[in-house]
């Protein structure tokens, strides 16, 4: 295993998903059933299920177009999407 990967991915999805959504929702939802292991098991494998298909959409993208080219594309996506946000747009 190359755990330099590891611990890029590790640190930079732990640091996205503080406070997001997602998290908010766990929350609800534990507070709401006070089930919490039902609650952790449904997210584990949603994020799971969720991170699987972006690790099958990378692969096949990576396939079919250049990394560099997709690294424009996605910065000029997130730019994009900040600018639709600052202007309240999305």
């Given at each position: 295993m ?8 590790f640190?930079?999805?732990l ?18 059933y ?9 997210a584990?494998?949603?994020l799971?299920?969720?991170t699987l298909?972006?690790?099958?959409g990378?692969e096949i ?7 560099q ?8 996506l ?12 999305l």
């Amino acid at each position: 295993m190359d755990w330099k990967i590891f611990t890029t991915t590790f640190i930079a999805l732990l640091i996205a998903e503080l406070g997001d959504k997602t998290q908010l929702a766990v929350l609800t939802l534990t507070c709401k059933y006070q089930r919490p292991l039902p609650v952790f098991l449904g997210a584990s494998i949603a994020l799971a299920s969720v991170t699987l298909l972006g690790v099958l959409g990378g692969e096949i993208a990576v396939r079919l177009v250049s990394t560099q080219i997709l690294r424009k594309v996605a910065a000029v996506l997130f730019l994009v999407i900040g600018a639709l946000m600052w202007f309240e747009i999305l």
